[in-house]
């Protein structure tokens, strides 16, 4: 690898993300922390980068039943996604997709799951897909 690839950023077009949950004592959780808060990186991203490592060379290939499990109640914008964009129907134009989630917190303090999940606004998505 070249030196400045390393700092390249990341692709434009992300996977969608999710967020987990760990039960951890309060102790371990502050300490962490403040260990993450030392070396300048969010606690997510320190998360993400373990769990990469550890996967790193393994062979795990999740089964069509586990899919459907561990998604069963993730909300995901792909039925809304048209050439890396989504119809916000309360803007009335379409937002980058990578960008969506934060567009609703900001513009609107929503999250994209209450928009896409009132009749009104996926009446007017639908009609700007159309
Ligand atoms: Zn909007």
């Given at each position: ?9 990341e692709p434009?077009e992300q996977e ?82 990578s ?32």
């Amino acid at each position: 690898m070249g030196y400045l690839e390393k700092f390249a950023e990341e692709p434009k077009e992300q996977e969608q993300t999710t967020t987990i949950t760990i039960r951890l004592p309060i102790s371990l959780d502050t300490k962490f922390k403040a260990y993450c808060d030392s070396l300048n990186l969010s606690v997510s991203k320190a998360m993400r980068l373990m769990i990469e490592q550890e996967l790193k060379d393994k062979e795990v290939t999740p089964t069509e039943e586990q899919v459907q499990k561990y998604n069963k109640s993730r909300f995901v914008l792909t039925k809304w996604k048209r050439d890396g964009m989504i119809p916000c129907p309360i803007c009335n134009e379409f937002k980058s997709a990578s960008n969506f989630n934060r567009h609703c917190k900001d513009a609107h303090d929503m999250i994209s799951e209450e928009i896409f999940s009132n009749p009104i606004f996926v009446e007017i998505a639908e009609r700007m897909l159309t």
